[in-house]
């Protein structure tokens, strides 16, 4: 192929067990014993150096964290026959989440928290700031975007099965990131604090002081005081960029790290091609090929 | 059988007991843990400590709010003379400090009324906050009714909930009168008889079991005795 020649050995596709490991490096040259070794150049020494070099310092980083059996593991792992474009929507999700935070970080360098500025401020960043208007609105846009590929994402586990076992963890996991995701999206709702913002967390807010008995006091802690005031806004502030953020980066790292482990579910209108019955021992001992061989009945015996 | 051989093996060593115990690896004389737990145990322990003595007063940083009660603040909102029994003023008047304009909040101001038997020669302050989920509702004149906006509350003229969502009378203020203006202090809600309790968020009921459901918060002044 020709695309391997482009990645560095490190990261090139395993060879299958089958192959022979002499097929990369191509024949070899067919004057090696006749002509004699031409002493090449300084130049054409330098340059094949050079040419080397990318794949050097791939190499000496590989020899120090041994990434690459895990990176060759986890960017060649099977999926299944049937994989299809619903199930690019987890990867989606990913994308508005990283689009939301580099936004978002770069919409901090110009926003003021505080409870008398911040109106000015995002008001400065829409008019004056060079592309101001586009970032804050890809932040503003992106967040709805994100809420819903997470529903459309969350939807399309659950039609497909692939909730259930042995992947319940991620299910439960993906369940608390729905939830950070939409403190995210309330939190971030005060932010610009116009009209708009205030009274959208007045109403936010006291729907969850209508919990009995915790409700009040939740209300309070998130207001910090009896009404929505001056450290309300830094308090959501702290919580939007800081404090769930980083729980969501977190666990969005234990969700990938489950679905690169546990690899992706095959859709549920796909039939199984291999018998559901676990394989006899004495089926194992024919070979690779005994499974497939088995004739269907047989596989009713064990 | 893997659990007869057991058996008899237990059996056999029971049926020896002068064979003298031998002192567990790791175990010195006269001592009752290893080393090596003992270290665990301690290990755990600083580590442990240290750890509660960054997080608990982080954590009471961020929870000290719900315990805190501001200054009670008294805000002059015009002279006694403005205001009359049959309706209400409006008035606007700072509640929170620090934010601007959007710390201001709204109220309907009258003198207690004696058609409606109420206490005679006071000043009734009645909050434009919705009961529902707190949008600013509005005094209708040609109603005599307050209605709000969002999801059509109705409140009639003493502001006992008389229609849609809202699950209790609107909030009042405490009012007083000093060298002839009359001043509002802080917020406080009613019971559907208008009893007067500790401020409550809008949407949570008050009155009977719900005093315990919705309990009072710490951060509320307490409300008029009166």
């Known amino acids: 192929m020709k695309l391997d020649s482009l990645i560095p050995a490190p990261l090139r596709k395993p060879a299958k067990p089958g192959a022979s490991n002499g097929a990369a490096k191509g024949p070899a040259p067919a004057d090696l014993k006749t002509a004699p070794a031409e002493r090449p150049s300084d130049a054409q020494r330098l340059g094949d150096r050079a040419k080397d070099a990318p794949a050097d310092v791939l190499a000496w980083v590989d020899q120090r964290t041994a990434a690459s059996g895990f990176l060759t593991g986890m960017l060649y792992r099977k999926v299944p026959k049937g994989t299809n474009w619903f199930y690019t929507l987890g990867s989606a999700t990913l994308i508005a989440f990283v689009s939301q935070a580099i936004t978002g970080v770069f919409l901090a360098m110009f926003y003021t928290p505080s409870a008398t500025q911040a109106y000015a401020s995002i008001a400065h960043i829409n008019n004056d700031v060079f592309l101001g208007q586009l970032v804050h609105g890809m932040h503003k846009w992106g967040s709805s975007v994100m809420v819903i590929l997470v529903f459309l994402h969350m939807g399309r586990t659950f039609f497909f099965g692939a909730y259930k076992y042995p992947r319940e963890l991620n299910w439960v996991i993906g369940v608390v990131l729905l939830i950070l995701t939409m403190t995210m999206a309330f939190t971030g709702y005060l932010l610009p604090f116009d009209q708009r913002s205030f009274w959208a967390s007045v109403v936010g807010i006291n729907i969850n002081g209508t919990g009995p008995v915790v409700g009040p006091y939740l209300s309070d802690f998130l207001r910090a005081g009896p009404e929505l005031g001056a450290t309300t806004l830094s308090r959501f502030y702290a919580i939007h960029m800081l404090l769930v953020p980083g729980a969501i980066i977190a666990l969005i790292g234990a969700h990938m790290y489950l679905v690169v482990k546990l690899g992706t579910t095959a859709p549920p209108w796909l039939k199984a091609d291999k018998p559901k019955v676990a394989a006899s021992v004495s089926q194992l001992d024919a070979g690779v090929e005994g499974n497939g061989a088995a004739p269907p009945n047989g596989a009713s015996a064990s | ?226």
């Open chain 2, 1 to 226: 059988m893997s659990d007869d051989a057991d058996k008899q093996n237990g059996a056999e060593a029971a049926g020896r007991p002068e064979r003298p115990i031998p002192d567990p690896p790791g175990y010195f004389e006269g001592e009752s843990m290893t080393r090596r737990r003992a270290f665990t145990v301690a290990v755990q322990g600083i580590g442990g400590i240290a750890g509660a003595a960054i997080v608990l007063p982080a954590v009471g940083f961020a929870v000290a709010p719900i315990f805190h009660r501001g200054k009670e603040r008294w805000e002059a909102v015009g002279p006694v003379g403005d205001f009359v029994e049959d309706t209400y003023r409006q008035v606007i008047f700072t509640e929170t400090e620090g934010i601007g304009d959007a710390g201001k909040t709204t109220a309907y101001v009258r003198k207690s009324s004696k058609q409606l038997d109420e206490k005679p020669n006071e000043i009734v302050a009645v909050s434009n906050r919705c009961a529902h989920l707190g949008c600013p509702v509005r005094f209708v004149e040609a109603a005599g009714n307050f209605i709000c906006p969002c999801h059509g509350g109705v409140y009639d003229f003493q502001g006992k909930r008389i229609g849609g969502p809202p699950v209790r009378p609107l909030d009042h203020f405490q009012a007083r009168v000093r060298d002839g203006q009359v001043e509002l202090g802080p917020r406080y809600s009613v019971t559907s008889q208008l009893e007067p309790v500790r401020a409550r968020d809008p949407g949570e009921f008050t009155g009977g079991v719900w005093e315990y459901l919705y309990p009072p918060r710490p951060s509320t002044f307490p409300p008029p005795s009166g």
